[in-house]
């Protein structure tokens, strides 16, 4: 997953120099805030389960906030590849996600 401020369709994050990227879990339960510590306010408090499909990353959102994702549902996504999507919140409201569960 790559968030940055600028994004586009035909080349999503590349052209943008302030950009991160997040190598997130596939098919693991995981707490952003424990992965990802320094991260300020690019994830939220709540577990992600990720998915690979043919379409896109399935992204369910659990309350639960300890990497377990025994807590009720709260959202599901479908984030589609090779899209520039968002906003997801600043600084870098913007986000292409690719998947690769290796």
């Given at each position: 997953m790559t968030l940055c401020l600028n994004c586009s369709?035909?080349?999503?994050?590349?052209?943008?120099?302030?950009?991160?990227e997040f190598e997130v879990p596939v098919s693991t339960c995981f707490s952003p805030t424990e992965l990802y510590p320094d991260s300020g306010d690019v994830w939220g408090e709540f577990d992600i389960l990720?998915?690979?499909?043919?379409?896109?990353?399935k992204r369910v959102i659990y309350d639960s906030k300890n990497g377990t994702c025994?807590?009720?549902i709260t959202d599901t996504y479908i984030?589609?590849?090779?899209?520039?999507?968002?906003?997801?919140?600043?600084?870098?409201?913007?986000?292409?996600?690719?998947?690769?569960?290796?």
């Open positions: 369709n035909t080349d999503g994050c590349a052209s943008d120099d302030d950009s991160l990720d998915e690979c499909n043919e379409r896109g990353v025994l807590g009720d984030l589609q590849y090779d899209k520039c999507l968002g906003p997801f919140g600043a600084p870098r409201p913007w986000g292409v996600f690719e998947c690769s569960e290796s």
